[in-house]
């Protein structure tokens, strides 16, 4: 059996890796959430590749697999990383409400054999989310509970801004941060 390694701080990501029922460690990655790609979903797909290969690096990675993930919030094709602050959060929020963006999470996925040699699974899922507009009260109101504080985009689709989202189409844990049914099939399927 080998050993599974998150690279990540998010415990959302910890919460849903416990629910597919996988034993694993967690280590976090200090990389610099920096990136060169310009499409959302080469930025998501680089971004977790680097966490990744981050973590890999700081461990003795033999008969390993470590996980990367990295979700990114998109509207208009501008990347809408964490709120810096709470007036940050509202220009956000604002920006979002009353129509669709994207989520993007990036999925990296290195499996390190007994000898080191690693075989690497890297890609992205994309998720259209669709807000209901919102009041100025309201996005305050939301802003003031603190859950947008550390989430890409400045929302938590799983807290309490659950009740303006109108619809979603496609996987709701990528937007929770890691799709897991599609993470289950890369370490089924090609993996493991």
Do not use: W
Not at 7 to 36: C, D, N, V
Not at 151 to 169: D, L, M, S
Not at 183 to 188: F, R
Request: hydrophobic fraction near 40%.
């Amino acid at each position: 059996m080998k050993k599974i390694i998150l690279g990540s701080a998010s415990p959302r990501r910890k919460e849903l890796l416990e629910q597919m029922g996988m034993e694993f460690e967690i280590f976090i990655s200090h990389k610099a959430e920096e990136y060169t790609s310009v499409k959302p979903e080469d930025i998501a797909a680089e971004l977790a590749l680097r966490k990744a290969e981050n973590v890999a690096s700081e461990i003795e990675a033999k008969n390993t697999i470590v996980i990367g993930a990295d979700t990114i919030v998109v509207q208009d094709g501008k990347v809408l990383g964490k709120p810096k602050d709470r007036a940050n959060a509202f220009e956000m929020l604002h920006s979002l409400q009353g129509k669709a963006h994207q989520v993007y999470t990036g999925i990296a996925v290195l499996n390190y054999d007994e000898s080191g040699q690693v075989n690497v699974h890297n890609d992205v899922v994309k998720t259209e989310v669709y807000v209901h507009a919102m009041s100025e009260e309201e996005i305050k109101n939301y802003i003031a509970t603190g859950e947008c504080d550390d989430k890409a985009g400045g929302y938590g689709i799983q807290g309490k801004f659950a009740v303006f989202i109108e619809k979603i189409e496609g996987d709701y844990y990528n937007v929770v941060g890691l799709p897991i049914s599609h993470l289950y099939q890369i370490l089924k399927t090609k993996i493991c």
